[in-house]
């Protein structure tokens, strides 16, 4: 196992379109992260999962925004009717509890245009 | 809610310098703190973990260091290398939950 993948690594978009981006955590990590990060700021917290639930999410998580881990493995998360002010970059991290080490994947680059 | 704070925003230093980068939290309740590196468009490396028991963590040339009672951590990087250059992310957990990030320091080590 190599790490945390992210997919698509860069995605362009239409205004108004829906996107789906897709994160496999490290094998045997239960919790995954979701963290969106805008140009020269910090990673700000979206949602996490300990395993298949979803235990919580942010304010910044709008009713156009959807994540889901079935089974407890990979993630998607899914951005509808896209606005140019969801343009960032999608990060998603792992990790084996929530006092361990988190890992992170190489994000998933968005550009709504 | 944890705020956290990182300074300077950038630091620019020769080749071979000893530096120390500066990250303030808000509430001292805190789980642990991740020191984490991120190269321009790439995701993010993380370097050293501290829980909030330890004092410190060292690997290799860096030197994390947590004090909890005055809501600060340093990342402390001997002889730096022009690799080196990156900027550098700290993050504090809640309650064995998410990590709040500061904005983090660009760091250029010239040659």
């Known amino acids: 196992d190599t790490g945390v993948s992210q997919n698509p690594r860069h995605k362009i978009t239409k205004r108004g379109q829906n996107v789906t981006f897709r994160c496999d955590p490290i094998s045997e990590h239960n919790r995954l992260y979701w963290y969106r990060q805008t140009l020269g700021q910090g990673p700000e917290f979206l949602t996490y999962?300990?395993?298949?639930?979803?235990?919580?999410k942010s304010r910044l998580l709008s009713d156009r925004f959807s994540a889901e881990r079935p089974k407890g493995s990979f993630s998607t998360l899914e951005i509808q009717r896209t606005e140019q002010g969801d343009s960032a970059m999608y990060l998603c991290?792992?990790?084996?509890?929530?006092?361990?080490?988190?890992?992170f994947g190489q994000g998933t680059r968005l550009t709504v245009v | 809610k944890q705020e956290v704070t990182q300074i300077p925003a950038a630091l620019s230093v020769p080749e071979g310098e000893n530096l120390v980068l500066n990250c303030s939290f808000t509430d001292s309740a805190i789980y642990n703190l991740q020191w984490f590196r991120q190269d321009p468009g790439k995701g993010l490396t993380s370097l050293l973990l501290i829980q909030s028991s330890q004092r410190e963590q060292t690997s290799g040339r860096l030197n994390a260091s947590l004090d909890k009672s005055s809501g600060r951590s340093t990342l402390y990087i001997a002889a730096s290398q022009p690799g080196d250059s990156a900027t550098y992310l700290c993050?504090?957990?809640?309650?064995?939950?998410?990590?709040?990030f500061g904005s983090g320091t660009q760091l250029t080590v010239l040659p």
């Open positions: 999962f300990q395993n298949e639930a979803q235990l919580e």
């Open positions: 993050a504090g957990a809640q309650a064995a939950r998410q990590l709040t």
């Open positions: 991290a792992s990790s084996s509890s929530g006092a361990a080490e988190a890992f």
